[in-house]
T-cell receptor, first 115, second 113 residues
């Protein structure tokens, strides 16, 4: 079974600063995908960034980047130049490449950007 | 393209009643997923369809739960004889086979009294 752990239930960051959200996972699979999703208050989940496990290069999307450490099974999200609109619940998710269906989600990190 | 839509957005029901939720995926997506999210938790997988075929069901999906996707387009999730423990947000997501990103709807929040 796959498990995803987000050890930081809540975090805060000053506007324009940088924050890193942690995620670790446990799997015996070698091919898989990792995702970060954002769920703003009372709004639907949207994809922030994704990473293929077979790619060594860390994914980046504008202000969002990941630090993927496959051996350590760690997948952290760095948000640079934090904006008020980044305030949301952030979920880390794992998907096996072999089946390509269900996500396994962590419990989430609630991020508040302080003006 | 309006994204994934779900109806209703909120549902309050009494214990023992049946409820049905609908999900309309992104039009070209042939995969559709249902998840349940309780307070303070991440979404948990319930079931998924590829076209009209239900290919996987979680152990979370008890006999009181049934999902259909009759024509490979929209899907319904029915809960019979609701219990207070069924209170949760029910999320629907869709994807295109061969791509891995799932696009989520706004969810249906169920409260069982």
């Amino acid at each position: 079974a796959q498990t995803v752990t987000q050890s930081q239930p809540e975090m805060s960051v000053q506007e324009a600063e940088t924050v890193t959200l942690s995620c670790t996972y446990d799997t015996s699979e070698s091919n898989y995908y990792l995702f970060w999703y954002k769920q703003p208050p009372s709004r639907q989940m949207i994809l922030v960034i994704r990473q293929e496990a077979y790619k060594q290069q860390n994914a980046t999307e504008n202000r969002f980047s990941v630090n993927f450490q496959k051996a350590a099974k760690s997948f952290s999200l760095k948000i640079s130049d934090s904006q008020l609109g980044d305030t949301a619940m952030y979920f880390c998710a794992f998907m096996k490449r072999s089946t390509g269906n269900q996500f396994y989600f962590g419990t989430g990190t609630s991020l508040t950007v302080i003006p | 393209d309006t994204g994934v839509s779900q109806d209703p957005r909120h549902k309050i029901t009494k214990r023992g009643q049946n409820v049905t939720f609908r999900c309309d995926p992104i039009s070209e997506h042939n995969r559709l997923y249902w998840y349940r999210q309780t307070l303070g938790q991440g979404p948990e997988f319930l079931t998924y369809f590829q076209n009209e075929a239900q290919l996987e069901k979680s152990r979370l999906l008890s006999d009181r739960f049934s999902a259909e996707r009759p024509k490979g387009s929209f899907s319904t999730l029915e809960i019979q004889r609701t219990e207070q423990g069924d209170s949760a947000m029910y999320l629907c997501a869709s994807s295109l086979q061969g791509t891995e990103t799932q696009y989520f709807g706004p969810g249906t929040r169920l409260l069982v009294l």
